[in-house]
């Protein structure tokens, strides 16, 4: 009781008192071996570089055979763990895909499958990742021309654009708006009243309103305005049956429909076939 009247602090809080007790010998040793422990730490993966950070392990292991360049750092900018040099696909990612998807899928054409897929925010970091991969994607085999689509498949199995019809049938549309569902509500909204994408509802259209100018335009993409080539995704039936989904959605004047886009087009009865 006489020790702890010689370490009373003059504080009172509320009829508290404090004592001026000094702290535990562990909690001090503690605290002098965590500082101790940052400086090494510190030394150790940030000065003298011989630990991995984590982005390094992950490097490390999708790609055995990567090596830490000597601008690699806590500042450096980010690259891609899944890619090596030349855009291609490391060596954990190949065997992934082999195991899981089959041997007979290439990684090439899934990542190509995938930026064709991807939203406006997606397609930014896959380009990004794979510059080489976008970049064929776009450019390889040049645009499909108006004269005939599909020329991915066999020759001869695909009717020239102008010859195109518009379906009608009841399973056609209904296949084309199942279609137009899992792959183009983000853009162009659920009913098409338009969204990052136009309007696809009311009279105005930047790439034509024709069945053949909508079939060229879902096979080619416009690339420059985030609307990604379809063809290799979608089938040339897929597309048709899309296509004239799309046909009957105009006038259909859904809620919250986006400002029209482009120019006026005024087809009359069978025009847009």
């Not at 380009?127 to 020329?151: D, H, Y």
């Not at 048709?240 to 006038?251: A, D, E, N, P, Y």
Request: contains cysteine; negative net charge; charged residues 20%.
């Amino acid at each position: 009781m006489a020790k702890e009247k010689d370490i009373l602090l003059d504080h009172d809080y509320d009829g508290i008192k404090e004592l001026d007790n000094d702290l535990p010998p562990w909690w001090v040793y503690l605290f002098y071996f965590t500082i101790v422990f940052s400086v090494v730490y510190f030394i150790y993966y940030h000065v003298t570089d011989m630990g991995d950070l984590p982005i390094a392990e992950l490097h490390k292991e999708y790609d055995p055979n990567w090596e830490k360049s000597s601008s690699d750092g806590p500042f450096s900018a980010y690259s891609s763990p899944f890619t090596v040099s030349e855009g291609d696909m490391t060596p954990y990612l190949q065997e992934q895909f082999s195991y899981y998807i089959g041997q007979n899928v290439t990684s090439e054409a899934l990542m190509m499958t995938a930026m064709q897929r991807a939203n406006t925010e997606q397609l930014e970091k896959l380009k990004q990742a794979f510059p080489n991969l976008w970049e064929k994607l776009i450019t390889s085999e040049g645009p499909i021309t108006a004269k005939a689509i599909g020329e991915s498949t066999a020759a001869g199995t695909s009717p020239p654009m102008e010859d195109i019809k518009p379906l009608i049938d009841a399973g056609s549309l209904t296949e084309g708006k199942d279609i137009f569902i899992r792959n183009c509500v983000s853009c162009h909204g659920a009913n098409g009243e338009g969204g990052i994408g136009p309007n696809m509802t009311d009279d105005y259209w930047i790439h034509g309103a024709k069945m053949s100018e909508m079939v060229y335009i879902i096979i080619n993409g416009v690339p420059a305005k985030g609307m990604i080539p379809w063809r290799g995704t979608l089938s040339d039936e897929q597309i048709i049956k899309v296509s004239s989904f799309l046909q009957t959605l105009r006038g259909t004047n859904p809620e919250n429909a986006k400002a029209p886009q482009g120019e006026l087009v005024e087809l009359a009865e069978g025009e847009g076939e």
